[in-house]
């Protein structure tokens, strides 16, 4: 990617996160990891509290890129045919006709995606993993792109189903909104008093140019170097003591791929060890399993990612 494209990247990147935020007040990071998820081709956790703007951060994407939003609210009685859809007998042709579900969208919301049953959260695994859906033993291309957003609240555990590892590892990033700063909240309070704000965002860019801007994602340079850095990580969660699966290669992947992205978003044609780390966290983080005993003393996973950001050198830094 040669520099006039990177700069027309970071200018429709912005403008995309500039009317995001009109609605997401005061959570501009939070806007640009979502953004970085979309162009890296990746599905998005959102955990956090009821009422902070999990699901507006879904419409404002939508609504900012000009694309539908298929929305499946995750309940226990929630069968995967509601999801991926179902064949139905047509009298008139006497055949089955397939009738899509709301995972055929170009973005798709997945409220609460923990109260639905193990058997529902699986109908989502084909196709977050191979853009496709296999019904009847009839697979079917979902479009492109084609992404989930996915929000789950961790405080309350009764009535729902943990996302098992295969799941998670899915996501190509989790990211958390949290509570808005005294002025954004104000500013909330003017802006939100009618329900339609999202509605009357206007689309600044089109599914073509997010289709174009992915496209340019992979073109990022990244150095030899700095592949074995993204390695040394891998291998630092790996024999991390509180850890007891540590980053697989899909993950090391998808943080190769995220932090090009960013790179691109910033206007620059090659990668750094600063765009690793600035996204390290939220595409490592929900992939650890922790041990018994890293658990029973309360440790997270966002402290180990931060231990093995410190402790692993730079390739810059290494004599």
């Given amino acids: 990617m040669d520099e006039s494209r990177a700069a027309q990247f970071a200018a429709a990147f912005k403008a995309i996160g ?12 939070v806007v640009e990891q979502s953004l970085l998820c979309l162009l890296a081709a990746g599905h998005l956790l959102v955990e ?12 404002a ?30 009298r008139n042709d006497g055949n089955f006709v397939f009738r899509p579900g709301p995972i055929f969208n170009r ?26 859906v296999t019904v009847d033993g009839t697979t079917h291309k979902l479009p492109k792109p084609f992404m989930v ?29 949290g509570y808005p700063a005294r002025d954004d909240e104000y500013g909330i309070l003017q802006t939100h008093e009618q329900d339609n704000v999202v509605d009357q965002l206007t689309a600044v860019a089109s599914i073509k140019d997010i289709e174009t801007m992915s496209a340019l994602v992979s073109a990022v340079h990244i150095e030899p170097d700095l592949r074995g850095y993204l390695i040394d990580l891998a291998e630092g969660t790996r024999r991390h003591p509180s850890v007891a699966l540590g980053m697989s290669p ?8 995220v932090s090009r992205a960013r790179a ?56």
Avoid: C
């Fill in 18 to 29: 500039d009317n995001m935020e009109r609605v997401v007040r005061g959570k501009r990071e």
């Fill in 61 to 90: 994407m939508a609504a900012s890129i000009g694309s539908p939003l298929g929305r499946i609210q995750f309940t226990p009685d929630l069968l995967p045919a509601d999801v991926t859809g179902v064949s139905v007998w047509n």
């Fill in 149 to 177: 957003v996915a929000t789950q609240n961790p405080i309350e555990q009764e009535g729902t189903y943990p996302l098992p590892e295969s799941q998670l590892d899915r996501f190509l990033m989790r990211i958390s909104v």
């Fill in 264 to 319: 691109a978003a910033a206007g620059r044609t090659f990668v750094t060890d600063d765009d690793i780390k600035a996204v390290a966290t939220n595409v490592i983080s929900h992939r650890l399993i922790l041990n018994p005993e890293a658990m029973l003393r309360g440790t997270t996973a966002d402290e180990i990612v931060r231990d093995v950001l410190q402790s692993v050198a730079v390739p810059y830094d290494r004599v």
């Fill in 250 to 257: 899909r993950a090391t992947l998808s943080l190769q791929r």
């Fill in 107 to 132: 973005l798709v919301l997945a409220d609460e995606i923990n109260r639905a049953s193990p058997k529902t959260q699986s109908a989502l695994l084909e196709a977050m993993a191979e853009d496709q």
């Fill in 48 to 59: 956090d509290i009821p009422g902070v703007g999990k699901t507006t951060l879904a419409k």
